[in-house]
């Protein structure tokens, strides 16, 4: 009998603010799929009504169950369902995985929602407040009496979970797909004359202004290179109005959000990320494992855990538009390296595939779970 077959299977249940838009929401698709794949029973909790990744296991929508007018007494009976349900499901493990910005709903979680169930809290974000409030130290308490806390990249671990007092932490990666690479679809972008961002347009965290900037400085345009921003949010108007002043504006191309980016991924000469921070940014790992190349700021946290500078992209050190326009530039005209970098790029990702990162979360769930 082989050493797989002796490891235990867990009925998990997996918390999450919803299943859409987001890349901490992708990974806990993924990670119902790589959980499931492993012959563990699989529920997963969403508290809006969004879905849209691919998913496995079986599904509590309490989104779903939320009024329009979403009163206090709503929330309250919301919340005494949620409790009932893995009260009743009798899970082995509930892995959470919502921000945790607010003290209080924390101290709530720990005294009703979990109260007498084992649980591992997953941090996405390297933004303090996101995870632990501005109240630190009480929050630390709460991450160590889990059964761990799991941080996603290892800046988040060393740097800002280690030293807010968290104990029982370690650094398990988001993970990519591998099947992306087949799923990509053709579309009607010219292949290889784009620079390609993507994701939520919230331009205080990814600062998609200071990519318009470095664009327009970048010259790249005259060369009849694009600008594709994909996305939707709070800032689009915004952003498209700047584009719009800008004297590279008819270069600049807006895309809405889409489940299925791969194809348009795929094409672009190379994908971008201005962000103030991040967790463990997927954009660079989902566009590394289509063979894109990649260009970022050497934010916290996460790119250089995934960039390996002139090899499989390039890392700009500095928020200076000036020195990103040069490496837009650089990956745009010089053919030599950039064959080099994208020659580079799928094989420099591979220990963040769904096989390894799956393998990771089942032994360190045969290691807690009593």
């Not at 996405?124 to 009480?138: D, R």
């Not at 919230?202 to 005259?222: E, M, P």
């Not at 002139?310 to 053919?335: M, Q, S, T």
């Amino acid at each position: 009998m082989t050493q797989t077959a002796h490891k235990k299977k867990f009925k998990i249940c997996l918390v999450s603010i919803s299943l859409a838009k987001g890349g901490a929401e992708r990974s806990v698709a993924m990670l119902s799929q790589m959980l499931s794949s492993l012959g563990h029973q699989v529920h997963i909790v969403v508290l809006n009504n969004e879905i849209d990744f691919k998913y496995s296991g079986t599904l509590f929508n309490l989104g779903a169950l939320k009024p329009k007018d979403d009163h206090f007494l709503a929330r309250l009976t919301r919340f005494k369902k949620l409790r009932r349900y893995l009260k009743t499901q009798a899970f082995d493990v509930v892995i959470d995985h919502r921000p945790k910005n607010e003290y209080f709903r924390e101290l709530f979680y720990k005294k009703y929602i979990y109260r007498d169930l084992s649980t591992i809290y997953v941090v996405h974000s390297s933004n303090k407040q996101e995870y632990f409030t501005k109240m630190v130290s009480k929050m630390a308490a709460i991450y160590n009496i889990q059964l761990a806390t799991v941080t996603v990249s290892t800046h988040i671990e060393l740097h800002v979970a280690k030293t807010s007092g968290v104990l029982n932490c370690s650094t398990i990666h988001n993970a990519y797909n591998p099947a992306w690479k087949q799923e990509a679809s053709i579309d009607d972008l010219p292949a290889n004359n784009y620079i390609l961002s993507y994701g939520r347009l919230h331009d205080g965290i990814k600062d998609l202004s200071f990519l318009i900037h470095s664009f327009n400085a970048s010259w790249v345009w005259k060369d009849g290179v694009s600008l594709v921003i994909m996305g939707d949010g709070p800032d689009k108007k915004m952003l498209q109005d700047l584009a719009v002043s800008m004297p590279c504006n008819k270069h600049i191309v807006f895309l809405p959000f889409t489940k299925a980016p791969f194809g348009i991924i795929q094409n672009a000469r190379c994908v971008t990320l201005t962000s103030f921070y991040e967790g463990f940014p997927m954009v660079l790992v989902e566009s590394l494992s289509v063979g894109v190349p990649v260009i970022s700021l050497d934010i916290i946290s996460g790119p250089s855990e995934i960039i390996q500078h002139n090899y499989n992209g390039l890392l700009v050190k500095e928020r200076d538009p000036e020195k990103f326009a040069d490496a837009l530039g650089v990956i745009c005209r010089d053919e030599v390296l950039y064959l080099k970098l994208k020659a580079q790029t799928q094989g420099s990702v591979q220990q963040f595939s769904m096989q390894e990162i799956s393998a990771k979360w089942d032994k360190l769930l045969q290691h807690v779970i009593r």
